[in-house]
Structures are given as C-alpha cells and as structure tokens.
C-alpha cells in the first residue's frame, strides 16, 4: 500500500520558536492534508492542499504542496504551549482512494 | 455547524462480547468513513460509504466486523466477538465527497479486557 514518511517523529522546542515537519511519499498525491491532535480527541483539520506548488497559511501555520506532488511541508511560527500534540500529514492520491495517514510528529513546547 | 459525532466516547468490555459504535456525519456530507487508530499510529481505514454504498472495505475484518449506513446518514459498526487486539480508538469522519477535505468525530476508545 501507499506509504507515507513523516519526520520527525518527536520534537522539543522552546516557546516562541519556529517549528518545521515533513511529509514524503512514494507516490503522487493529489491532496495534502495537515491535522493536529490533541489527547483524547480526534484529528482536527488545520489546513487543505489541493494543487501542486500551493501555499496556503492559517494563523501561524503555512503548508506547501510540494510542486513534485510527493512531498508537503507543515510551518508553525512563535510556537507557543497550546501547539503541543500530535501533527499528522495525510494524503489522497485519487478522488477514489482513502487518505493514507503519516505516522505523526508529536510536538513538546516547553516554556 | 456540529462535527461528526459519535458515541459512546468510552466502552470497555469483555473479550468475546459484541460491541457497537454510533456515528452522525456532518450534515449535507455525502462520503463517510470509519478509521481505526491505534496507540502511535495513524488512522487506518477500516470502510468507506458512498451514501448508503460502502465503496470501499478491503480493510475491514469481516469475519468480526460489520457496519452499516442505511438511510446514507448516520453510520454504525460492530464488532463481535471483539477481541482483545481490537482494543483502539475508533474514528468516524465524513466528507462532502471522497477526495475532498475529510473531517473526524472524536472517536470512541475501545478497551477489551
């Protein structure tokens, strides 16, 4: 089945500091998604991406639909405390198929 | 606007009794899906539905798992016998359509003792 690698798995940052996460795959995507998840809940869209080479921001996140289509990017500037959980990257590469989910990057602001 | 919803949050029970999960999509949402999560992974699909249609459920045990969606809206999945490896969190989500932007409940953990 498809494959997808996000990196890193875990990360420490100190408040305010700028925060990157990745997402690679095996294949071609058509749509990136980005979720956060917090303990006990389930995965909250943070951001869309539908076309090759789109930036789209929301807050303090901006993510990227690599222009390859196998790879995306997720930002978060000044990070502070309530950005910590649970990142995932998920991506469909056909309007028939399911979304195929990263394994997470669990972020740990520490103030 | 409400999210999914499901029910109930929590269930614990035996190995071998049947178990059962709710879910309503977000209302006017055509495409709904049922995802298994366990601890330090990613969601895994486990159905999708097209309306009433269940489009896609390679990856549902079918020997012990069952689920429907009769009137195309709200949603349930079964699990009998369940077994101790079904202990997880399980996710419903919904989508105007497939391919477009997929939105969960917040899931329903399951414990088998």
């Known amino acids: 089945g498809q494959q997808l690698n996000q990196s890193p798995q875990s990360m420490f940052i100190q408040e305010g500091e700028d925060v990157s996460m990745n997402c690679t795959s095996s294949?071609?995507?058509?749509?990136w998604l980005w979720y956060k998840q917090d303990p006990g809940e389930g995965p909250v869209l943070l951001i869309a991406?539908?076309?090759?080479?789109e930036l789209t921001s929301n807050g303090r996140l901006t993510a990227q639909f690599g222009i390859t289509r196998k790879d995306s990017f997720l930002n978060i500037s000044a990070s502070i405390p309530s950005d910590v959980g649970i990142y995932f990257c998920?991506?469909?590469?056909?309007?028939?198929?399911?979304?195929?989910f990263g394994k997470g990057t669990r972020l740990s602001v520490i103030a | 606007e409400a999210g999914v919803v499901q029910s109930p949050r929590y269930k614990i029970i035996e190995k071998k009794q049947p178990v059962a999960f709710w879910c309503n999509p977000i209302?006017?949402?055509?495409?709904l899906y049922w995802y298994l999560q366990n601890l330090g992974q990613g969601p895994e699909l486990l159905i999708r539905?097209?309306?009433?249609?269940?489009?896609?459920d390679s990856q549902l045990p079918k020997d012990r798992f069952s689920a429907e969606r009769l009137k195309g809206v709200d949603s349930t999945l079964k699990i009998q016998p369940a077994e101790l490896g079904d202990s997880a969190v399980y996710l419903c989500?919904?989508?105007?359509?497939?391919?477009?932007?997929?939105?969960f409940g917040p899931g329903t953990r399951l414990t088998v003792l």
């Open positions: 989500a919904s989508s105007l359509k497939s391919g477009g932007a997929v939105f």
């Open positions: 294949s071609i995507f058509n749509t």
């Open positions: 991406l539908y076309k090759a080479g």
């Open positions: 998920a991506g469909d590469y056909s309007g028939n198929t399911p979304l195929v």
């Open positions: 209302s006017g949402h055509n495409t």
């Open positions: 539905y097209e309306n009433e249609e269940a489009v896609d």
